[in-house]
Antibody
Framework: QVQLVESGGGVVQPGRALRLSCVAS????????MHWVRQAPGKGLEWVAV????????YYADSVQGRFTISRDNSKNTLYLQMNSLRAEDTAVYYC??????????????WGQGTLVAVSS | EIVLTQSPGTLSLSPGERATLSCRAS???????LAWYQQKPGQAPRLLVY???SRATGIPDRFSGSGSGTDFTLTITRLEPEDFAVYYC??????????FGPGTKVDIK
């Protein structure tokens, strides 16, 4: 069965950096686009970034553009989110989610359990 | 950017009742590329419906989606205890690649 397991979350000071990982199993990872979606405490879902199956296209939410970078290593079945210049408002649970197709223009049919990022001094 | 509005914000119902959740888009959703997700506390979202009206694998038939253009509906015909949760709509046809609505909470009356 498809499994997505996020890691790398934790407590970090404002202005610092953090890298999240998402390891996929039970699927041909290189065939699918992948999303990062976050959820601040007590709030709704916010799409963060997407990467095409081959890494050829990447899109970001305005709120993270220029600070976050999505990438993938298909040889390791792993998705990444490099988060720089973190702010208090980036505090959230970060989910990776599989797009149901090769690009980002698809719904997400599998989700990880999330990793918590807390930005605080 | 397409903005999604969900109503009501909270729906208080009893088990066995019918739930009707609305999702309205600020502009027409391309090819009815609209999905619905269910989220329970402490859990990841779960896909219920995609392409506005197609049920995802393993989703009970009491869940149904409908609509097109700018107006979409998720209907739960008879609420089961496990259906009390937050429901989000999402469009995935227009840039930015995806956007979510703010959610509707279905709680026990």
């Amino acid at each position: 069965q498809v499994q997505l397991v996020e890691s790398g979350g934790g407590v970090v000071q404002p202005g610092r950096a953090l890298r999240l990982s998402c390891v996929a199993s039970g699927l041909t990872f290189s065939n699918y686009g992948m999303h990062w979606v976050r959820q601040a405490p007590g709030k709704g879902l916010e799409w963060v970034a997407v990467i095409w199956y081959d890494g050829s296209n990447k899109y970001y939410a305005d709120s993270v553009q220029g600070r976050f970078t999505i990438s993938r290593d298909n040889s390791k079945n792993t998705l990444y989110l490099q988060m720089n210049s973190l702010r208090a408002e980036d505090t959230a649970v970060y989910y990776c989610a599989r797009a149901s197709g090769s690009s980002g223009w698809y719904y997400s049919d599998y989700w990880g359990q999330g990793t918590l990022v807390a930005v605080s001094s | 950017e397409i903005v999604l509005t969900q109503s009501p914000g909270t729906l208080s119902l009893s088990p066995g009742e019918r739930a009707t959740l609305s999702c309205r888009a600020s502009q027409s959703v391309t090819s009815s590329y609209l999905a619905w997700y269910q989220q329970k506390p402490g859990q990841a979202p779960r896909l219920l419906v995609y392409d506005a009206s197609s049920r995802a694998t393993g989703i009970p038939d009491r869940f149904s989606g409908s609509g097109s253009g700018t107006d979409f509906t998720l209907t739960i015909t008879r609420l089961e205890p496990e259906d009390f949760a937050v429901y989000y709509c999402q469009q995935y046809g227009t840039s930015p690649p995806v956007t979510f609505g703010p959610g509707t909470k279905v709680d026990i009356k």
